[in-house]
């Protein structure tokens, strides 16, 4: 069972990456262009990730856009939602918001429900995740004592987002 479920969370993971990759693809080459006429240049740089719009698939094929020698760059900006993550409390699920590359809201789309006693500990658990994260504008944050099982999908189901939106 914890296999199949492991499979089900990176299949779930990969379609998302992949749907992300190719709506920031698309969003890469507009921004490009615009960048590109705004700044005059021609030419195109890898752009790291703190400067891209578009997330790397799991091959880790990064993008490309305009660099322009004033400094314009595509910042990520959007909603992006994390992977559903299960757990044998239930599912767990984030959907992050992001603007000018900093994340600026966290929003639990799915959390444990299986017991009265999962929903009890999950509100508990999301807000305080949600501040570390906003925080820390990362998934590098400290489980909450007590929701470890709910801590720990809520942060892989972040680091999805965080992936798509190439953060």
């Known amino acids: 069972m914890r296999t199949r479920a492991a499979v089900s969370a990176a299949l779930a993971s990969a379609g998302i990456l992949i749907a992300g990759w190719q709506s920031g693809v698309h969003t890469a080459d507009t921004s490009s262009s615009v960048a590109s ?3 005059g240049t021609t030419g195109a740089e ?3 990730p703190d400067d891209s719009t578009a997330s ?10 305009a660099s322009g020698t004033t400094g314009a760059s595509a910042k990520a900006v959007g909603t992006y939602a994390g992977s559903v993550v299960q757990t044998r409390f239930g599912s767990v699920q984030v959907q992050i918001t992001v603007q ?20 009890q500990i999950s509100n508990r658990a999301a807000p ?30 972040l680091q999805a987002a965080l992936d ?4």
């Open 46 to 48: 890898a752009l790291g």
């Open 164 to 167: 798509a939106a190439n953060l």
């Open 56 to 65: 790397s698939g799991s091959s880790g094929a990064g993008t490309t856009g």
């Open 100 to 119: 000018a590359g900093k994340i600026t809201d966290v929003t639990a789309l799915q959390l444990t429900d299986a017991e009265r006693r999962s929903v």
């Open 37 to 39: 006429a705004a700044t």
């Open 128 to 157: 305080l995740l949600r501040a570390e994260v906003l925080q820390s504008q990362s998934a590098d944050v400290q489980t909450i004592s007590g929701a470890t099982v709910t801590s720990d999908a809520y942060l892989n189901s």
